[in-house]
């Protein structure tokens, strides 16, 4: 029996004391596990891997690569999330260590998204790109903002090993490192945005299920700095368009312009109410080139899926005269959500399972 993208897996969650990092011992701090289905895991890798390749003509082959990959690669006998300890004979070095970053990433996305309330996530150098036409060597991963508009750095990192403690702390400070060189980068060469702080974040994936995949980050405290930034709302909400196979209106987003009326005019949607709040659903043949699926083309689940946003989100995009100061305070109020056939992400985006 293969991978169902309703099943829901769990990991151990904890955070470092970066004051700690300075010390021969690291101070672990336990936080509740983090669950997840695999239809969120599938969007978190999708969204993140489009998000590194926006301007490419590939990126549908780059995703999807990954996607068919994640099928074979994660254990559907256990209720951890967990690898298969086979998969590694069939892996080269090179792209084991690249599929273990995606897979990260896609994690990290989700975690920071979901529990810590950055609802928004771009790709740096694609993002600075837009401004300059350079960026740092080794920089870090992600920009993310959060509801009050807080934007901040993350750098993910990833490894597969069934051993607790494996280069933790060198991977935490080599992190920390990208995220430094990022920041400081940017308050020298891009004044249009300013950082808060910044994270590392480092998924530990294991296949012994005597143990826990483990996701264990660092929080160095700084002040919360308020920079509304709709460029970054604009590119994070054009790689979900990209992923439902709405490539016109991800096109538009991806340019900073907001979504007109004659993008839609031929796209079938009706709203309907969903856990109380109100959503916008596109029609299953208008979104039938989405990744997944093209994923479970061959699969014998052959599954189809129903995607859709939150109505507030929607109309900020529709008509960027409504993005106000306190817009991100009233579109991101509500809970994600797995269950019965049914997938809500903290931005609002929603996949429906039929």
Known sequence: MGLNLTDIKTLAVKELCYSCLIEDSVTEIPK??????????????????????????????????????????????????????????????????????EIAQGINYLFFQER???????????????????????????????????????????????????????????????????????????????????????????????????LIYVDPEYSNIENKQKEITFLHFSTWFYFIGLEGIAERLKDFKNIRSIDVENLTFNEESILGDD????????????????LFACDAQKARFQFGMSKKVWNCLFDIADYKDNTRNTIYDLKPYSGKGLDLFKDGTLIRYK
Do not use: H
């Open 32 to 101: 509740p596990n983090f669950d997840l289905s695999i239809g969120k895991l599938a969007v978190g890798i999708g969204r993140t891997i489009i998000s590194q390749n926006i301007n490419s003509n590939n990126k549908r082959y780059i995703v999807l690569s990954s996607l068919y990959l994640l099928k074979a690669i994660i254990s559907n006998s256990e209720t951890k999330l967990l690898l298969l300890g086979e998969a590694k004979k069939y892996l080269r070095d090179f792209s084991l260590s690249g599929r273990v970053g």
């Open 116 to 214: 810590l309330n950055f609802i928004e996530i771009v790709d740096f150098k694609i993002f600075v790109r837009r401004y300059i036409n350079k960026y740092p060597k080794g920089s870090p991963d992600f920009i993310m903002t959060s509801v009050p508009g807080n934007n901040v750095i993350l750098e993910s990192k990833g490894n597969w090993t069934n051993y607790p403690r494996t280069n933790l702390k060198n991977s935490v400070k080599s992190g920390l490192e990208q995220c430094e060189k990022g920041y400081a980068w940017l308050n020298s060469n891009l004044y249009s945005i300013s950082i808060s702080k910044f994270y590392t974040s480092v998924v530990r994936l294991k296949d012994d299920n005597t143990r826990w995949t483990e």
């Open 279 to 294: 959503f916008i659903l596109f029609d299953i043949e208008a979104t039938k080139e989405n990744y997944l699926s093209c």
